[in-house]
């Protein structure tokens, strides 16, 4: 095994979280029962503000960045986890306050860990990383409610063309439902109907604040961006409908009503990816492994060199990047 590996860690400097390549060594490293080495991870909107300095991200520091890793055991002290097993981990506080996937090498606490569908790669895991997971999540919390039918209705995502959006839209695409996007980059069109988009809706309509109640027209959404966007998703969304929120991006206020709920009925679902129970994340992990189509997977997705993640990170922040970008880590 190597002595010393690359990882991008997050320091106080001077009061400000800064983060910078550094060699590290196993020594280095948490002491917890699972050493995985890491083969690829992904960039996600709390990287890029991690990486970037843009939010306080981590909780604790120093710390490793990257809340998705995917790789293989190689070494353990639990029997549930044996060398050789192939493992994706998404979320659990990585990067907050467990170290997190951009690292070479990295010990993670067993309950921690999901094993790999078989059929999928590890690159094939971290396109799909901590944003297809959550979009998996809502998807399936639409479905388990109930009122979405594919072929009725129309069904809204938000925030189309980012990473949770375009999966998202993948998936409800790949199982018959009628997808609209919301964007507010028309140049991501084309792109957006090779995933199966039907329909558009400028960001902007959504970004303005709306009467408590209008005109009913999605089924159900999956709102990737929050504040006065949900607020308006909610006011449209027609009777006995759902709407999923996993995101934050336009701001964390809800400046809504009750209107929606008490006179149709309409239900907010709220989707946590980070602190999701094993069954749950097992169950979304067998959905995408069942309904992901792994062709437009590909389309979606970029892949980079671990180097590049300053730059990235800057742009998924500046809303510069579409789709998923997987970070090669070996």
């Known amino acids: 095994m190597i002595e010393s590996f690359t990882a991008l860690v997050i320091r106080d400097v001077e009061g400000k979280p800064r983060a910078g390549f550094e060699q590290l060594t196993l020594a280095d490293l948490p002491d917890n029962d699972v050493l995985v080495e890491i083969s690829h991870s992904s960039l996600n909107y709390k990287d890029g503000l991690a990486v970037s ?12 960045a990257g809340i998705d890793l995917a790789g293989v055991v ?5 029997p549930e986890w044996q060398p050789g097993d192939r493992v994706v981990v998404n979320g659990w506080g990585l990067s907050e306050t467990e170290w997190g996937g951009y690292s070479r090498f990295q010990r993670i606490k067993p309950g ?5 569908p078989e059929g999928f790669s590890a690159a094939e895991a971290m396109a799909i990383g901590t944003a297809g997971y959550t979009a998996a999540l809502c998807v399936l919390a639409l479905e388990d409610w109930g009122q979405i039918a594919p072929g009725a209705g129309e069904v809204l995502v938000t925030g189309a063309a ?9 998936l409800l695409a790949k199982r018959g439902y009628r997808v609209t ?6 140049e991501q069109h084309d792109f957006l109907r090779d995933l199966g988009v039907s329909a558009f809706v400028e960001r902007a309509e959504l970004a303005a604040p709306g009467k408590m109640l209008q005109a ?9 961006v929050g504040s ?20 934050l991006a336009g701001g964390a206020d809800l400046p809504g009503s009750v209107m929606p709920h008490i006179l149709r009925g309409v239900a907010l679902l709220g989707i946590d990816s980070v602190m999701a129970p094993a069954a749950k994340r097992d169950r979304a992990w067998a959905y995408l492994a069942e309904h992901l189509d792994r062709a437009k997977l590909a389309e979606l997705t970029t892949v980079a060199p671990v180097s590049a993640l ?17 970070i090669e880590i070996a």
Not at 162 to 170: C, D, N
Not at 216 to 224: C, F, K, L, S, Y
């Open 53 to 64: 300095g843009k939010g306080r991200i981590a909780r604790r520091l120093p710390m490793v």
């Open 74 to 78: 190689v070494e353990s002290r639990v």
């Open 112 to 116: 921690h860990l999901t094993r790999l």
């Open 162 to 170: 980012g990473g949770v959006g375009s999966v998202a839209v993948s």
């Open 181 to 186: 996007a919301a964007t507010g980059r028309p």
């Open 216 to 224: 009913e027209r999605w089924t159900g959404a999956v709102d990737t």
């Open 228 to 247: 006065t966007t949900l607020a308006n998703v909610l006011a449209q969304t027609c009777y006995g409908g759902a709407v999923t929120a996993c995101g």
């Open 310 to 326: 300053p730059e990235l990170a800057r742009k998924i922040v500046a809303g510069e990047t579409r789709g998923r970008t997987v």
